[in-house]
Nanobody, 119 residues
Framework: QLVESGGGSVQPGGSLRLSCTAS????????MAWLRQVPGKGREGVAY???????IYADFLKGRFIISRDNAKNVFHLQMNNLEPEDSATYYCVSVLERGNWKKGEWMYWGRGTQVTVS
């Protein structure tokens, strides 16, 4: 089970740090990602980290977000800087990509989401 935390409301230009903790599983040697969704819009891939720690970011981020992991604490993070109103969404942490690409593919484990509002 994955549990997100750290969402909230912030003004444009502000920062938030999302965290994802796991129970009953470890992040060691597992790929993971942050996805987001706005009601009425399709799911977007935000950031991905391979099992080896290599990050991939969505092009629209322009270097504003950083994905990281701490295997010792079994947690991974999404540091979000210079937030824009367009970043408002429910953010989900996911792990273990079963098929497809990381942005639109099928993930085995999902968190329940944390809301981020930028206004």
């Amino acid at each position: 089970q994955l549990v997100e935390s750290g969402g909230g409301s912030v003004q444009p230009g502000g920062s938030l740090r999302l965290s994802c903790t796991a129970s009953g599983m470890t992040f060691d040697h597992r790929d993971m990602a942050w996805l987001r969704q706005v009601p009425g819009k399709g799911r977007e891939g935000v950031a991905y980290m391979s099992a080896f720690g290599d990050p991939i970011y969505a092009d629209f981020l322009k270097g504003r977000f950083i994905i990281s992991r701490d295997n010792a604490k079994n947690v991974f993070h999404l540091q979000m800087n210079n937030l824009e109103p367009e970043d408002s969404a429910t953010y989900y942490c996911v792990s273990v990509l079963e098929r497809g690409n990381w942005k639109k593919g099928e993930w085995m484990y999902w968190g329940r989401g944390t809301q981020v509002t930028v206004s």
